[in-house]
């Protein structure tokens, strides 16, 4: 007769796809498809560093199977919604023993926890060890899950209130700030968080389509100040990571969205991505493309708080990077704000006759300015963007501190422990 585990799923009606749990796992037990995020069983060593990071709490699901036969990867990307836990006839049928007892000591079938062997002789760098979970301690209450599944209400209807193009027309990069309107419904949201947006129709399989996430560009009081209203930043989908023709569903749908339309929307998500409230806080963005929607919510809060005198900020610094300046959101704009409010860096990778320049490459640049906020408790770090430069990011710092002879395993290790650096990576 053969033993059980607790196998550990993510429930599919609730997961809003936002990447966190993949990104974080040490041994990339999680992967996933067009439809489902899962887990693979054979990897899972049950660390739980994906669980408290989750927006939904769709990643703390639990199922008894028996060692030898878990729920494969085909089953877990096949499913709307979880299945039933098994019944003891069930467990028998499959060969387990009656009345047999779960301890904590049960593993993985098969546990695969070692990471393939680096050349060098050094374990890989991972920078999601150093992804605080938990939020600045200044930070104000979000609120969570007011709407979706497990809510007494599915979704809130918002309306359009504004759609504008934020990139240079002619550019194949289109990024739209769109605006919602919640009306008289409840929707409190702090700066850092995101909400998930259900495209109407169907996949192709005739399921309906699952909620996109998109973190929100507008401070706490609204996009128009005392109104109960957000923004978004969309950029229309056109390609995959590949350079494969596609078209993303929910982002041409916003894009194309007129004022007087509704959405659908599920959420607030997000407890940890959250700015500091404390006076003299300083705030460090690093982002790339869409990336800069907290960003732009966290500089305003910052801007109308200075504006109303009642708050002494500390240092703002933006690093902010795109192919061209035509293809980043809110150039524009970003040049008109005070050089004492906000110290901005730009870095492009695509300008005809000039080097290729990465956000990674300013921070660089910027290590004698950088070095001390490190070191400063005040300091608070977010990176927003494409997985891809989460790596760069947190060895350029990393190379900071180091080239100011800081020991980077102490501070990392501290900007973790006290919530001061966060990557929200996609």
Avoid at 158 to 183: C, I, K, P, Q, S
Avoid at 304 to 311: D, P
Avoid at 339 to 344: G, S, T
Wanted: glycine share 8%.
């Amino acid at each position: 007769m053969t033993t059980t585990f607790k196998q550990h799923l993510i429930d599919p009606e609730i997961c809003i796809r936002c990447n966190t749990c993949e990104s974080i796992c040490p041994v990339q037990a999680i992967t996933h498809e067009s439809r489902n995020y899962v887990v693979d069983a054979a990897k899972c060593n049950f660390c739980m560093d994906c669980i408290s990071p989750c927006p939904t709490g769709s990643i703390d699901n639990w199922r008894l199977m028996p060692q030898t036969q878990p729920y494969t990867l085909a089953e877990q990307f096949g499913w709307d919604d979880l299945p039933a836990e098994k019944t003891p006839e069930q467990l028998a049928a499959m060969g387990v023993a009656e009345g047999v007892t779960v301890t904590a000591d049960d593993a993985a079938p098969q546990a695969q926890t070692d990471a393939a062997p680096d050349p060098t002789g050094q374990a890989p760098f991972n920078p999601s060890a150093y992804n605080a979970t938990l939020p600045p301690w200044s930070a104000a209450h979000a609120y969570t899950n007011l709407y979706g599944p497990r809510a007494a209400e599915a979704f809130v209807t918002a309306t359009v209130v504004g759609n504008v193009r934020v990139t240079e027309v002619g550019t194949e990069y289109d990024t739209h700030h769109l605006m919602l309107d919640f009306g008289a419904m409840p929707f409190p949201v702090l700066e850092g968080q995101s909400i998930g947006i259900i495209p109407p129709g169907a996949d192709a399989q005739g399921r309906p389509h699952h909620p996109r996430q998109y973190s929100i560009a507008s401070p706490r009081n609204g996009e128009r100040p005392g109104y109960n209203n957000i923004s978004l930043t969309i950029k229309r989908v056109l390609q995959d990571h590949q350079g494969n023709a596609v078209r993303g569903v929910a982002s041409n749908y916003l894009c194309d969205l007129k004022v007087g339309d509704t959405v659908q929307v599920t959420g607030p998500f997000g407890t940890s991505f959250l700015m500091p409230n404390h006076p003299r806080s300083h705030i460090v963005m690093i982002c790339t493309g869409t990336g800069s929607a907290p960003m732009r919510a966290m500089t305003e809060w910052r801007r109308r708080l200075r504006k109303s005198g009642k708050f002494e900020g500390g240092k703002l610094m933006l690093f902010f990077g795109a192919r061209t300046k035509e293809e980043l959101p809110y150039f524009g704009p970003l040049q008109s704000l005070p050089k004492d409010f906000i110290d901005i860096n730009f870095a492009f990778s695509r300008t005809p006759d000039q080097p290729r320049k990465y956000v990674q490459d300013l921070l660089r640049e910027r290590a004698a300015d950088l070095a001390p906020l490190l070191q400063d408790g005040n300091t608070h770090t977010y990176v927003c963007g494409l997985k891809s430069m989460e790596e760069g990011v947190v060895l350029a710092l990393r190379d900071v501190a180091r080239g100011a002879a800081l020991n980077w395993d102490e501070i990392g290790a501290r900007l973790k422990r006290e919530g001061r650096l966060h990557l929200e990576t996609y």
